[in-house]
C-alpha cells in the first residue's frame, strides 16, 4: 500500500522552525509531478529549497524522479530572488524549472525553401500520375520549377536560374523575401497563373511547418500568410482578365457551333465519337473535365434524364459522392451507344490510347481507358476551325453557371450543380446575377403614382403625330363634360 504524504506547512519562518531539523519536508505543488522539498541540516543554520519533478523511470533515471536545487529559504536573513528565496520566490522558481524542462527544445534546421518544396512537388506528381496511369509532371511541379526552383536548358530552351528565395534557410524567411519573390514574377504572366503558383509555394511553406514546427519560429506561419497575400489594387487600374471573362460566356447558338465542329473534327481524325461525346458534355453539365473523365456507365441514368457527376477532388479531405445534374434527351441519345451492353463500372467516356511503334514513326492502338488530361482533346483544331481561336474548354463552365443565373435559378442550386459554393458565384458571377434576377426584381414593381378619376376633368391630349391615341374622346370624358376643359381641336364639334 502506498505511503501517503502530508504536506508540510513552509510558508513562514515560524512554521519551519518548528519542522524537525534534518528531516525532509515536502509541499506538493502539482500533484503526481512537481514538489517543493525543504531542508534544515543543522540548528540555528538556514535550509534549502529543492524542487523535485517526476519523469518516470528510465534506465538513466531508476527513481523516476529528477531534483534541481532553488536556494537558501529566508530563514535568517531577507529574501533576494538570487540566493536567498522565500515560500513564495521558490514555488515560482520550482514552476518554472519545470516549465524550462518542458519546453520543445529547439533545433538547428538548415532546411531550405527550395528543401522544403521539394516533397510538395513529389506529392501532387505522384497524384496525378496516379490518375493517369503513368509517370508525370504535374502542373504544380512545373510551375515551381520555372518560376522558383530553376531548372537546366532543354533542346533549344536556355538554363532558367533560381530565384534568390530558394536558397534562404526557413528558420530566417521574412516576408520581405516572399514579396521580393512575387514583385519579381514575369509581368505577363496571368493573374489566374499567378494566384495558383502562390497558391503552391504557400502549400508547400505550410507542409514544412506542420513537419518542422519544433524547430522553427511560431510566427512563421504568419509570416507566410502575410508575405504571399494578395496586394491590394485600385479595381480602375486592374487590366488582369477576371475568372469569368465577358467573351468566355457563350450563347446557346455558339456552344452548338462549337459542339457541331467538335463532331466533324471526330469524325475526320477517325475518334470514334470520343472527342464529340466529352464536348458535348462538357457543355451540358458545365463540370469539370477531371470530373467528367471519372464518370461510369451507371452514372448515366436513362430513365431519370441526368448525370451522376462525381464530386471534384478540390479541397482538403477525401470527398465522395455525385451530383445529379439533369441534362437532354439529345445528350442521353448520343451516350446510348457507349452504355449499352457495358457494365456498370466501366468509365462512361473512352478514349483510344496508343504507343509508338518501336523503330518506326508510326503509332498503334493498344487499348481503350478513360480520358486523363484536357490536353488530350483536340481544342486547338476545334476552336481555329469554329473561328474562336480564344476561346478556352472551361468557357463550357462559365456559360453554364451564367445560363443557371439568367434562368432565375437560386444561386444555391446553381453552386450544387456545379460543385462550387455561392461565395465563389457571388465572387466571380456577380454582375451576371444582378442582371440575371431583373425580371424577379420587374415582378416587384408596384403602381406608385394615384390613378385620375373619370370625374376629374383631366382629358389626355394626343400627341402630335403619334397614333397611339386610338380611342376618342367621347370613350374617355363623360359627356357632360365642360366646353372648359375640351381641347382646342374639338371645341364647338360633335
Keep these: 500500500m502506498a505511503r501517503t504524504v502530508r504536506d508540510a506547512k513552509l510558508e513562514t519562518r515560524a512554521a519551519r522552525d518548528r519542522l524537525k531539523v534534518g528531516a525532509l519536508h515536502c509541499r506538493t505543488l502539482v500533484p503526481g509531478k512537481l514538489a517543493l522539498l525543504y531542508k534544515q541540516q543543522k540548528a540555528g543554520t538556514p535550509g534549502a529549497w529543492t524542487a523535485r519533478r517526476y519523469v518516470g523511470k528510465s534506465d538513466e533515471c531508476t527513481s523516476g524522479y529528477k531534483f534541481e536545487r532553488i536556494g537558501t529559504a529566508d530563514d535568517r536573513q531577507d529574501a533576494n530572488g538570487v540566493d536567498v528565496f522565500s515560500f513564495a520566490q521558490a514555488q515560482a522558481a520550482a514552476h518554472g524549472w519545470r516549465d524550462e524542462a518542458n519546453k520543445p527544445k529547439r533545433v538547428h534546421l538548415t532546411l531550405t525553401v527550395a528543401q522544403a518544396v521539394e516533397p510538395y512537388r513529389a506529392d501532387r506528381n505522384a497524384r496525378d500520375s496516379k490518375r493517369r496511369g503513368r509517370a508525370v509532371n504535374s502542373d504544380a511541379s512545373r510551375r515551381l520549377r520555372r518560376y522558383l526552383l530553376g531548372q537546366p536548358a532543354r533542346g533549344k530552351g536556355k538554363a532558367i536560374p533560381p530565384a534568390p528565395l530558394a536558397g534562404i534557410a526557413l528558420s530566417a524567411l521574412e516576408e520581405k523575401h516572399l514579396r521580393a519573390w512575387r514583385s519579381a514574377l514575369p509581368a505577363t504572366l496571368k493573374t489566374t497563373t499567378v494566384l495558383r503558383l502562390v497558391n503552391d509555394l504557400k502549400a508547400a511553406l505550410n507542409a514544412a511547418y506542420e513537419d518542422n514546427r519544433v524547430a522553427l519560429p ?277
Design 218 to 494: 511560431a510566427s512563421f506561419a504568419a509570416v507566410v500568410k502575410q508575405g504571399l497575400k494578395t496586394p491590394k489594387h485600385d479595381d480602375d487600374d486592374d487590366t488582369s482578365d477576371p475568372v469569368a471573362r465577358e467573351s468566355q460566356i457563350l450563347s446557346d447558338r455558339a456552344i452548338g457551333h462549337l459542339i457541331q465542329i467538335a463532331r466533324e473534327v471526330d469524325a475526320e481524325q477517325g475518334w470514334e465519337g470520343d472527342v464529340f461525346r466529352m464536348v458535348l458534355v462538357l457543355a451540358a453539365t458545365g463540370a469539370r473535365f477531371s470530373q467528367l473523365a471519372r464518370l461510369k456507365v451507371a452514372d448515366c441514368q436513362m430513365a431519370a434524364g441526368r448525370l451522376m457527376v462525381p464530386v471534384s477532388r478540390k479541397g482538403r479531405g477525401g470527398k465522395f459522392g455525385s451530383i445529379p445534374v439533369p441534362v437532354g434527351e439529345d445528350v442521353l441519345d448520343a451516350l446510348r451507344p457507349v452504355v449499352k451492353g457495358r457494365p456498370g463500372d466501366a468509365a462512361l467516356l473512352e478514349r483510344w490510347h496508343q504507343k509508338q511503334i518501336p523503330g518506326s514513326i508510326r503509332w498503334e492502338r493498344v487499348r481503350r481507358g478513360p480520358w486523363q488530361a484536357s490536353s488530350e482533346l483536340p481544342w486547338q483544331e476545334i476552336r481555329k476551325r469554329a473561328g474562336m481561336p480564344d476561346i478556352i474548354q472551361y468557357a463550357f463552365r462559365h456559360s453554364s453557371i451564367v445560363r443557371g443565373i439568367r434562368q432565375n435559378l437560386p444561386i444555391r442550386l446553381v453552386a450544387a450543380l456545379h460543385d462550387t459554393s455561392i461565395v465563389m458565384i457571388e465572387q466571380h458571377y456577380s454582375r451576371f446575377i444582378v442582371s440575371g434576377l431583373e425580371e424577379m426584381a420587374r415582378q416587384a414593381i408596384v403602381p406608385l403614382v394615384p390613378a385620375i378619376k373619370a370625374d376629374s376633368k383631366v382629358v389626355p391630349i394626343k400627341p402630335a403625330g403619334s397614333e397611339r391615341f386610338a380611342v376618342s374622346l367621347e370613350d374617355v370624358v363623360p359627356l357632360e363634360r365642360d366646353e372648359e376643359y375640351m381641347p382646342p381641336q374639338v371645341k364647338g364639334g360633335a
